[in-house]
């Protein structure tokens, strides 16, 4: 079935410090693939998406490029600040419209100051 | 902004109680689902609903079952609680569209089974 596996927390950067996310998938057919982060007490809220090979998707510096060939969906940002201290889940969707959303195991990060 | 509000943000029960958990959203979405949040394992999906009266098992059903009677309320009913279902419990929903939807979810509900 289809699957999501990103890298394993926890993930500690200083201020300014470049991020990778890595995150790979197993699908059937050209799923969705989605970021999304969940801050300390609250719910999940979607970051970014791209629904087709070699499209990229951006929110708030974040970045991801959806790569067919290497099935993979890396999360990105150039310099990270506190306020990115997160949970982030990579997750996927087929393309009906009953279908599921599948979640990776989730990435925690923490920023330093 | 679509809200999806879920009745409780923490909640204690006893071992084979039978346990609502409760998820209203405001904005007419056709897909509701509910997830539980444990640590490493992610999300995993109990139960999906697409429409009124409709629902499809997700990948953990076991010990749980749902009921959706109006559009914009998607409850989550565990017949006789056991401490193994002691989690993070995220309600989400969606338009229904071609697939690549944004989920909307509530803050959870932290449920403890003694």
């Known amino acids: 079935g289809d699957s999501v596996t990103q890298m394993e927390g926890p993930v500690t950067l200083s201020e300014e410090a470049f991020l990778t996310i890595n995150c790979t998938y197993t699908a059937t057919g050209y799923p969705s693939l989605f970021w999304y982060v969940q801050y300390p007490g609250e719910g999940l809220q979607l970051l970014l998406k791209a629904t087709k090979a070699d499209d990229k998707g951006s929110n708030k510096g974040f970045e991801a490029t959806y790569r067919k060939e290497t099935t993979s969906f890396h999360l990105e940002k150039g310099s990270v600040q506190v306020s990115d201290s997160a949970v982030y889940f990579c997750?996927?969707?087929?393309?009906?419209?009953?279908?599921?959303?599948?979640f990776g195991s989730g990435t925690r990060l923490s920023i330093r100051p | 902004d679509v809200k999806v509000t879920q009745s409780s943000r923490y909640l204690v029960k006893r071992t084979g109680e039978k346990v609502f958990l409760e998820c209203v959203q405001d904005?007419?979405?056709?897909?509701m689902f509910w997830y539980r949040q444990d640590p490493g394992l992610g999300l995993r999906l109990i139960y999906f609903s697409y429409d009124v009266k409709m629902k499809e098992k997700g990948d953990i059903p076991e010990g749980y079952s749902v009921s959706r009677e109006k559009k914009e309320r998607f409850s989550l009913i565990l017949e006789s609680a056991s401490t193994n279902q002691t989690s993070m419990y995220l309600c989400?929903?969606?338009?229904?569209?071609?697939?690549?939807?944004?989920?909307?979810f509530g803050s959870g509900t932290q449920l403890s089974v003694l």
């Open positions: 997750a996927l969707s087929g393309n009906s419209s009953a279908s599921k959303i599948i």
């Open positions: 989400a929903s969606s338009l229904l569209g071609t697939g690549g939807e944004k989920l909307f």
């Open positions: 904005m007419d979405h056709e897909n």
